[in-house]
């Protein structure tokens, strides 16, 4: 896995700041190279922010990788009444605190 490096899978407009501290930039086009990507980055990459836009395509495989120390997948809102972004959060607190947040 690659020492002191992240992945950010996003929009190359929006993905750039992280270019800045460090981090290498994905911007797949659509569901099957966002899976093929992810599936890529788990194997090399402690660390992998991905925004909701392109997570929604791989929710199946950031919930599984919950379970492990590594990778952490840290899903980041693309828009402030991000649905999707809502609805995993919600989740997270579900599974962490027994209590539902009802964002809606």
């Keep these: 896995m690659s020492e002191n490096k992240f992945a950010v899978i996003g929009e190359k407009s929006i993905s750039y700041i992280f270019r800045t501290i460090g981090g290498d930039i994905f911007s797949p086009s659509g569901e099957k190279e966002t899976r093929k990507t992810l599936i890529s980055l788990i194997k090399s990459y402690k660390l992998i922010f991905i925004f909701s836009s392109f ?14 120390s590594f990778p952490v997948i840290l899903v ?3 828009s ?11 989740d997270s607190v579900k599974r962490a ?5 009802n964002l809606d």
């Design 80 to 90: 402030e009444n991000d649905e999707f972004m809502s609805g995993k959060i919600d």
């Design 55 to 68: 997570a929604r395509f791989v929710s199946d495989i950031i919930d599984e990788t919950q379970s492990q």
């Design 97 to 101: 605190l027994g209590i539902n947040l």
């Design 76 to 78: 980041l809102g693309d």
